[in-house]
């Protein structure tokens, strides 16, 4: 089993930062990728960014391209989300998510098979 828990959501002004923190425990954590989706009230589950655990190798989707970065610590078992120039549509809850199994596609929720408990990031206007 593996545990996933988000930290570092909240309240910030449009423009303004964020920086999430996922730390995965286990005694089988051995991802090949990592991964943050959000979530909107009345919207599905969508990919924001995904890292390969190895290569480090790194996805965005194209609404946070340029504004987001994803990095993660292979030491500490962590990976992070760093969000700038926050928009109120980013606004929603945060999931990091864990995927064991070699995937070429790393945008469908069937890549991963381990959720955290989420965090809420709102960005007001």
């Known amino acids: 089993q593996v545990q996933l828990v988000d930290s570092g959501g909240g309240l910030v002004q449009a423009g303004g930062s964020l920086r999430l923190s996922c730390a995965a425990s286990g005694r089988t954590f051995s991802p090949y990728a990592m991964g943050w989706f959000r979530q909107a009230p009345g919207k599905e589950r969508e990919v924001v960014a995904a890292?390969?655990?190895?290569?480090?190798?790194?996805y965005y989707a194209d609404s946070v391209k340029g504004r987001f970065t994803i990095s993660r610590d292979n030491a500490k078992n962590t990976v992070h989300l760093q969000m700038n120039s926050l928009k109120p549509e980013d606004s929603a809850v945060y999931y990091c998510?864990?995927?064991?199994?070699?995937?070429?596609?790393?945008?469908?929720?069937?890549?991963?098979?381990?959720w955290g408990q989420g965090t809420q990031v709102t960005v007001s206007s």
């Open positions: 998510t864990c995927g064991i199994y070699r995937r070429t596609d790393l945008t469908t929720r069937h890549a991963y098979k381990y």
């Open positions: 890292i390969t655990w190895s290569g480090g190798s790194t």
